[in-house]
């Protein structure tokens, strides 16, 4: 069975790991994971918000960490890039750019 993508914009950074020479791998993209991931009630579980679906990833990630590796990983509401960046950089890309280069 062929390996199936399961987002039209994330790659899991497979086609760079390529283009280096690595050999890539994903457990994500692994078939057995993408099935148990599909079968999962999404929409009933959230009830189609898009709110509750965020928290319910955090939640999920958080007790994937804290199953395998016993730390407690702070989850945060899932906040836009956007919303973090200050008022002199609203609709100015070319500032924002500049300020971000001149810190390296």
Known sequence: MESIKHSLTYSGGLS???AYGFSGFSPNTRPAVIAVAEAIPFAQLT????ERLYA???????RGIRAVLGVEMPVYPKR???EGV???FQGDEEGYRRHF???Y
């Open 16 to 18: 760079r790991a390529r």
């Open 47 to 50: 009830e189609g918000s898009t």
């Open 56 to 62: 319910l990833k955090g939640e999920i990630v958080g």
């Open 80 to 82: 836009r890039f956007q």
């Open 86 to 88: 200050p008022q002199e």
């Open 101 to 103: 280069l001149g810190l």
